[in-house]
């Protein structure tokens, strides 16, 4: 399994995208504020993030604490995923002084981010398709393409 560098953020999947955004941000700022200052909440609703968010703590050790002790617990009928995010939320380069105005943000894939971080392992050897299912690029899977068409 690759590991993702400790951050200030954490990312949580899972979660139930039938519930109301100020309903779960509230219930995840409840969650979360125990462990520490939390920042900022990006739970958005639009096609690709439901069923995610960004929580920014004020520091790693925090995030760190959110991590171990929420990481799989059930929230809305559904166990919550947590890793630490790949890369910087904005409140955090605004605080550190790398964020800057005006310019526009360059989408990068996990891939890529990944990449950047250095990060090796099974998890950069996955490749992610369209439906969240994980495949890896083998012999197999190249066998399976040629069968399809």
Known sequence: ???????????????????????????????????GRVLDIVALKTLKMRGQAFIVFSDITSSTAALRQLDGRTIFGRPMHIEYALSKSNIVAQNDG???????????????????????????????????????????ADEHVAKRR
């Open 1 to 35: 399994m690759a590991s993702i560098p400790p951050s200030q953020t954490i990312y949580i999947r899972n979660l139930n995208d039938k519930i109301q955004k100020d309903v779960l941000k509230h219930t995840l700022y409840s969650l979360c504020i125990s462990y």
């Open 98 to 140: 790398t964020f800057r105005f005006n310019e526009p943000h360059k989408h990068k894939s996990g891939k890529q981010r990944k990449q950047l971080l250095g990060i090796t392992g099974d998890m950069a050897a996955a490749t992610v398709l369209s439906g969240g299912e994980k495949r890896r690029q083998s012999e197999g």
